[in-house]
Each structure stands twice: as C-alpha cells, then as structure tokens.
C-alpha cells in the first residue's frame, strides 16, 4: 500500500525554497487549549502552527480539523502498540532535508521563520510513520482486500515478473531489563554494560553463555523472520548487520536492546511473495485513502471531542 509519509511534506518545499527565508516573519502564536480529544488537548498554538503549514505548503484546509484527526490517528496507532522514536523522527527529518538538497540549518530556518517550527513538522512525521504502520495493520487483517500467498504470487506473474525472494533472517533479541522506577539512576549504566556485551557478540551460540553472569538479561529467539515483516524500528539496523554480529543498542521501554543475527538466507517461495506483494503496495493509491479515510471516520464517531 502506499506510503503516507510525507504526503503532504514534498509540496512543502517547493513553495519554501521559491520564497525569501529571511522576509518571513513568525506569527505569534497563543497557546490556549482550544480541544479536548479523548482527553488529549489542542491548543490554538498547535492549530496556529498547523495553519502555517499549509499556507507554506500553498494548500487550502482546516487546521483544527485536521489536528483532530492526527490527534486521533496519534491515539490510535499508541492503541496498537506502535511507537515511533525520537531517533526515527529525527532520522526522517535528516532525510527530507537530504532529499531535498539543503542542510539542516536551512530546513531548520524554514520551519522558525514560516511560523511551523521543527518541532511541529517533526510531530507530524511521527504521526505520519504512526498511520503507515496502523493502516498497514489494517490492510493486512484483510480490512483494505486480503491477499492470499497463492493470490500474490499468480498478480506478479500475470505482471510479467517471477516469483520474489525475500531475505529471510534468524535473530536473537538480548535485554538489558530497566525498571521504570529505576531508569534515571540506572540507564547509563545498563547502557554501558549492553554495549560491552554486543561487542563481544560472535553469533548466537554464545550469548546465554555472555549472559550468565549479569543481572536482568533476558535473551529471547525470535525464530525467522521475513524482511518485510521486521519491526519497523530496528529494520533497517537489522538489514545492515553481517551475520554473526549485533545492531547497535538501543534504549526501549524495556529498557537497552540489541538484536543478534544469527544467519540469513534468501527464500522463494509464496509465503515470501505475499510478504514482498503488501509490502511494496498490493493496493492502489484510491483504495488506500478509501481505507484513511473510513479509519478515522471510525475513530471520530467513537471519539470524545470537546470544544473549549
């Protein structure tokens, strides 16, 4: 299915870099609770922000509503477990500025001086990479027209392709258990103590071994798993790894993590065509915004929605 990622993002600085940065002028913005979304507020800070955005996207909308429907699609996608790091935000970012030809200084002024700010954009990238996975979610349950293996695979070949492979990994995931209560005093530490084990790290036989003797490790086999189907999160770290060695680790909510690759391989067969099928848009751009759409109508009907 389509990605939605900067959907709206792209048109944006096409009209920034055809306007004097410097001749822009911040509006001041109020910062008054004007909503209350299942028990979430909007702010007329976030509206004004959101209202700037379109003026410098030259895009007609409603701001307030459309903070809504994030707010709702935000709520939504935290329902289903998705979380969206600061570290992932922040790489999108870096990467729109990339794509775009302009450092970060540059994109960083057009976001102050227009009146969006970063922190603004970078919300609504969150929001943006949270719906992705959420209507991923949703298509795959069978909501936006299920696909069968043998489905995905007979759509490829009537296309003139041939049955995909997909990399195929075996993976280990070792924590660094944090309790909430002690995250502030004992996170650095933790930190340093997974971090010297990922660097001993020589392929999965060995790990319980390294683990033995430390407290609060948990070391779990993740089995295989499909390239299309790796967390959102820790795909890319994964894809970029040799065998036989770890990601780097990352701080969770669990607490500090890395994950072992254990050995990959590529495989052929219609589980793995199905996989590649959804993965790079089994669904065209209408039924996915048919599938936008009718989601959040849902969550607004059952959504509590004061105004102040």
């Known amino acids: 299915m389509r990605k939605y990622l900067f959907s709206a993002g792209f048109a944006l600085l096409v009209a920034a870099t055809s306007v004097s940065i410097t ?11 004007k909503y209350v979304v299942n028990n979430i507020p909007i702010t007329t800070g976030d509206i004004a922000h959101r209202a700037a955005f379109f003026k410098l996207q030259r895009k007609k909308g409603d701001a307030a509503q459309e903070m809504i429907d ?14 969206i790091t600061d570290q992932q935000v922040d790489a999108a970012y870096q990467r729109f500025a990339s794509n775009n030809k302009m450092p970060l200084a540059k ?7 227009s009146g969006v700010t970063k922190e603004h954009f970078k919300e609504f990238i969150r929001a943006q990479m949270a719906w992705n996975q959420a209507l991923g979610a949703r298509y795959r349950s069978g909501e936006g027209g299920s696909v069968t293996e043998q489905d995905a695979v007979r759509r490829m ?5 041939s049955k995909p492979t997909a990399k195929e990994y075996m993976l280990q995931q070792v924590i660094f258990v944090v309790p909430a209560s002690e995250r502030a005093s004992t996170l650095a530490k933790r930190k340093r103590e997974a971090d010297a084990m990922r660097a001993r790290f020589n392929g999965c036989n060995t790990t319980r071994e390294f683990a033995k003797g430390l407290i609060d490790v948990t070391v779990r086999d993740l089995g295989r798993v499909l390239a299309p189907q790796l967390p959102s999160d820790w795909a890319e770290q994964i894809k970029s790894t040799k065998v036989g060695g770890a990601t780097p680790t990352r701080e969770t909510e669990r607490g500090v993590e890395f994950i072992g ?9 219609d589980k793995a065509a199905q996989m590649v099928f959804q993965a790079e848009g089994g669904s065209n751009d209408k039924d996915t915004d048919e599938l936008s759409k009718k ?8 959504a509590t929605i004061v105004e102040r």
């Open 261 to 269: 690759i254990c050995s990959s391989r590529e495989v052929s067969d």
């Open 107 to 113: 994109l960083d002024a057009i976001m102050s001086q």
């Open 70 to 83: 994030q707010t709702l699609r935000l709520a939504e996608a935290r329902r289903l477990g998705i979380r």
């Open 157 to 161: 070949l009537d296309k003139g392709g």
């Open 295 to 302: 989601y959040v109508d849902e969550l607004r009907k059952k």
């Open 23 to 33: 001749a822009m002028t911040p509006p001041a913005f109020a910062s008054q609770i």
